[in-house]
């Protein structure tokens, strides 16, 4: 399951004007899903006279156009997607424009297109984003708005912000909305909803709307998401502060979509089927209310806000299941790095939002690796502190990563802008090795001489070197080493035998995994830049179940730089198993033994530092069945499938980097 993705809204992208407060918008929209008509009416305020230009979509023509008190023509009926509407000068802006939506079309991910899709329309779901023009936005400005929503009865649908009523009479639903706060745009959307409804009393004594907008077929699960919403508004409320607003709800889309916006979220319908959901991405679009639409990030100099909401919820909800899951996750988000293609890596101030595979593994896993790494350094309290002091400094403010060092700073009273500076600025990451170690016996115990080795230029890094020790009663004993060149020899005195000696075990630190650390995942055959494909079968439909195998897997790989080269070995079981023996490669893993299930996929690192990536099936309909399930198992160094299920699956181990002491030392 992809990641969700928070509203990023083109306007904040030419920072937001500091000169004039927030226009207020009064809107009256009318839409007619049926019909895919909307009409619409905004009044729209300035604290001051000044130049003022409205986007609003090509599809709306503006009926009226009044500036001051004074009626203004409206521009000619425009071609382009946008029309610009500008004004030399305004205070007061009354606007009426009409026009026909685009028909929803079901299969369209919102995904990838955010705030910018067209808006559309139909009985089943409306969506309106933020940035289609489906209002007239005020350019290069956040916006406050009221608005007064009128749809056919039996519809529901909100836009972010506070319920102020609603009613049904007259064959039409109608609902008046507020949002006081500066907010990055508006969304809208409508369908055949259910409503349920929970009022909480908050942690921080404040009254907050929890609501499900669902459509008929998914009314059963309102009950365990607005059991979830009030155990995250909870947790969170004591970690950072109050929540910042009154409601929250979460809202089905037809659509296979998954956005978070300010006091609500907007999930595809088979989306919130899926029983993981409320217990990772729920409260990951939760938070986002704190980081995203609470502190806005100032996304010109990096997107803080999905690093720290993945630290914050993704992984702290693993680090709550205990130290092994949050140990693999850290692990996982290492393997991605390390399989991903140079040429795609860029420095974590560079990241503004998420475009595809690989910016998720900078933007959203580096950055929340660095903020697990600051509160190794720092300490929990001081790294709480930091982040309640953050919050209560930038609330409804936009913000920088140099504003969230400097909280930090102040919360724990250190200088960090070396750490900031390198884990910010610079892309890549340190390639940390054990270049020798030794142990002398001393006076009462045992002196351990590690020497650590860097490439150039050197991180400053404090790296965690776990000892494993004779008659150590503790069992292993962890030390940390703080490293600043490219090479230094660190002395640890110990009170036993140190027997060896293991570089960061847990993955505590952000680097490059050494090969052996590496084990092979399915997530390199799709981000290689030099794919190539064997099929071992003549046989027709292999063959072309063969071809759509490859072209579904390696689908994003192509004009990549060569990093890791894949290639990729399809067959029948008999004809692999051949095949193996002939290459005079290890024969199929005892997980894989043949026989069972209907495929069996696994990689192999050959000796040429090629991946392998073996496809064994029964036959062609057992092939054609994995196109569509085995990329979505990137993660992954085998599998078992039954048809286009995968019954069982893993990761081959990772091999620590250890330094075994006691050849040498005797
Ligand atoms: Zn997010």
Redesign the pocket.
């Known amino acids: 399951m992809t990641?969700?993705?928070?509203l990023l809204a083109a306007l904040l992208l030419a920072a937001p004007a500091a000169a004039r407060a927030v226009p207020a918008h009064d809107l009256s929209v009318r839409i007619d899903p049926q019909e895919r008509t909307l009409e619409g009416r905004d009044t729209i305020r300035l604290d001051s006279a000044g130049p003022v230009t409205l986007l609003l979509s090509g599809r709306f023509r503006v009926n009226s156009l009044s500036v001051d008190g004074r009626m203004v023509r409206a521009p000619g009926s425009p071609r382009e997607a946008l029309q610009r509407i500008v004004l030399r000068s305004a205070r007061r802006i009354d606007i009426r424009w009409s026009g026909v939506l685009v028909a929803l079309d079901r299969s369209l991910d919102h995904r990838g297109t955010l705030s910018y899709g067209a808006p559309a329309s139909a009985p089943e779901g409306t969506y309106l984003p933020a940035g289609s023009g489906w209002y007239p936005a005020v350019e290069g400005s956040l916006e406050r708005y009221r608005l007064a929503l009128d749809l056919p009865a039996g519809q529901r649908g909100l836009v972010a912000g506070r319920l102020m009523e609603e009613s049904e009479a007259g064959g039409r639903y109608r609902a008046r909305f507020d949002f006081p706060q500066p907010s990055e745009g508006i969304a809208l959307m409508a369908g055949p909803y259910r409503v349920e409804q929970r009022r909480l009393r908050t942690a921080a004594g404040s009254g907050v709307r929890l609501r499900t907008y669902f459509h008929p077929e998914i009314a059963e699960f309102a009950r365990g998401y607005l059991d979830s919403i009030a155990g995250y508004l909870d947790l969170y409320e004591r970690w950072i502060g109050a929540y910042p607003f009154s409601e929250f709800s979460v809202v089905s889309s037809p659509t296979p979509t998954g956005l978070?916006m300010p006091t609500l979220t907007y999930l595809g319908i088979e989306v919130l089927r899926l029983p993981f959901i409320r217990s990772t991405s729920l409260g990951?679009e939760v938070l986002?209310n704190w980081w995203?639409n609470g502190v806005y990030p100032d996304y010109a100099h990096g997107n803080w806000a999905?690093g720290l909401?993945t630290f914050m919820a993704d992984y702290a909800y693993r680090e709550r299941e205990g130290g092994e899951a949050a140990t693999a996750t850290r692990l996982a988000w290492l393997r991605d790095y390390a399989s991903m293609p140079p040429g795609d890596d860029s420095a974590l101030v560079r990241f503004t939002s998420r475009t595809h595979g690989a910016s998720q593994v900078v933007g959203y896993n580096k950055a929340a690796m660095v903020f697990f790494m600051l509160r190794e350094a720092i300490g929990a309290a001081a790294f709480d502190e930091g982040v309640r002091r953050f919050w209560r400094e930038q609330r409804f403010r936009v913000a920088s990563w140099d504003d969230l060092r400097g909280a930090f700073e102040r919360a724990s009273g250190r200088d960090l802008a070396a750490f900031f500076g390198q884990w910010l600025s610079r892309p890549g990451a340190p390639d940390l090795r054990i270049a020798d170690a030794r142990a002398v016996p001393t006076i009462g115990g045992w002196r351990l001489e590690v020497t650590l080795a860097q490439g150039a230029p050197a991180y400053v890094v404090s790296v965690p070197l776990v000892i494993r020790a004779i008659q150590s009663p503790r069992g292993d004993i962890t030390r940390r080493v703080e490293l600043g060149g490219e090479r230094d020899t660190a002395a640890l005195d110990l009170p036993h035998e140190p027997l060896a000696v293991a570089l960061d075990p847990d993955f505590r630190m952000f680097r490059r995994l050494a090969a052996a650390e590496a084990p092979p995942i399915l997530r390199q055959a799709m981000l290689t830049g030099s794919p190539t494909m064997f099929s071992l079968s003549a046989e027709p439909g292999m063959q072309v179940a063969a071809q759509d195998l490859a072209a579904k897997l390696f689908e994003r790989s192509g004009a990549r730089d060569t990093v890791i080269p894949v290639t990729l070995v399809i067959g029948l079981h008999a004809d692999i198993d051949e095949w193996l023996a002939g290459a005079g490669m290890a024969p199929r893993p005892p997980a894989l033994a043949a026989g069972r299930g209907s495929a069996q996929v696994w990689t192999v690192r050959a000796g040429d530092g090629r991946t392998l990536v073996l496809v064994s099936v029964r036959d062609a309909p057992s092939l054609a069945a994995l196109a569509r399930p085995l990329p979505h198992y990137g993660q992954q160094s085998w599998l078992l499938f039954e048809g286009a299920r995968a019954i069982e699956r893993g990761v081959w181990p990772a091999q620590p980097q250890v330094w075994e002491l006691r050849p040498a030392a005797r």
């Open positions: 990641r969700l993705v928070t978070g990951h986002h995203g999905e909401t």
